[in-house]
């Protein structure tokens, strides 16, 4: 059998290596699921060396756009998103690649909140990498609103007029995160808040906008991707509104990315054992 993996840089912090080889072990397959540092420089290196040895890998950052040119084929979301976390490699070598970003974020809602994705309206706060690729999900499963703040305002600009053109019935919104007014507008009318920056991964961070906007009448469920108890977090369980922050997100995307490269059922609780560096039981 060939062997599977995680690149990024840095990596090392990786969970995947845990939560993929508990499935593989689940299923008697050993644990061939490794990871490699990767800097943007060796990423076509790395593609040759995949192409002979691997069977799939997972792209996290900074690679997950950078990987496109050497697909052959894409899904259309995570193309139009730019966006790819899991590529197969056939045993001919071609290589096909997807996201499965946006399904984690789903079945973390779900989860955590037991909401779904039909009709429900959602905020962004950020709009990088795992924004696009979750957002095109979320638009594709039915969202009823996407309102995207980012501190580079354009950038949401671009998300919203490219989601815009793939899904013409979709409210979209964008904004500045310091622009209070309209935050504040949003909050009231949206269901889920999702924190897309990489602020909250490092003590001291900034928050992502001013956190008095969120207040104890709202009816938001507040779902951070950094798997961190960030201030965000901290603040909206002081305040009494659901609140929950990402392991489960990248638990659902690892379980995608398992069951398109080996057609298995994902063990869903021996992956989270194993994510969370417990022995499964
Ligand atoms: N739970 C999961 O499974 C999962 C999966 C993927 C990612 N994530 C998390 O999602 C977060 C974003 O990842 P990504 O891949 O989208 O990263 P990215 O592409 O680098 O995007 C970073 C985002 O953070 C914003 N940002 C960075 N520094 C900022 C600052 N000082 N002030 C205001 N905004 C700032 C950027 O705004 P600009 O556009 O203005 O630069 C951008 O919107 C990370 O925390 C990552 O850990 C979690």
């Known amino acids: 059998m060939r062997n599977y993996a995680v690149i990024g840089d840095p990596v090392e912090h990786s969970r995947s290596p845990g939560m993929q080889n508990a499935a593989f072990e689940f299923h008697h397959l050993g644990s061939p699921y490794g990871k490699y540092h990767v800097r943007p420089a060796e990423l076509g290196r790395f593609v040759e060396f995949a192409k002979r040895e691997l069977a799939g890998f997972n792209c996290t950052v900074p690679h997950k756009a950078a990987i496109i040119p050497y697909l052959d084929e894409v899904d259309p ?65 039915g969202a009823g609103a996407i309102r995207i703040a980012n501190r580079t305002v354009e950038k949401a600009e671009e998300l919203a007029a490219k989601l815009q053109k793939l899904f013409p019935a979709l409210t979209l919104e964008t904004a500045a995160p310091g622009d209070r007014g309209t935050l504040s507008r949003w909050f009231t009318r949206t269901n889920v808040l999702v924190q897309a920056t990489s602020l909250g991964l490092k003590p001291g961070d900034p928050p992502p906008f001013d956190l008095e906007l969120l207040t104890p009448d709202l009816k938001l469920a507040v779902f951070d991707t950094i798997y961190l108890d960030t201030p965000l977090l901290k603040r909206a369980k002081e305040l009494g509104l659901p609140a929950a922050g990402g392991s489960a997100m990248l638990l659902y995307q690892g379980a995608k990315s398992f069951e398109i490269w080996t057609g298995l059922a994902a063990p869903i609780e021996e992956m989270r054992a194993g994510m969370e560096g417990k022995p499964s039981c």
Do not use: I, K, P
């Open 77 to 141: 979301d995570a193309l139009a998103a730019e966006s790819v976390n899991t590529v197969t490699v056939a045993e001919d070598g071609r290589l096909s690649g997807t996201s499965t970003d946006g399904y984690g974020l789903e079945m973390a809602l779900r989860e955590n909140f037991g909401v779904g994705v039909e009709g429900t309206e959602f905020c962004f706060v950020g709009c990088g990498g795992a924004a696009h690729a979750t957002a095109f999900h979320l638009a594709r499963r």
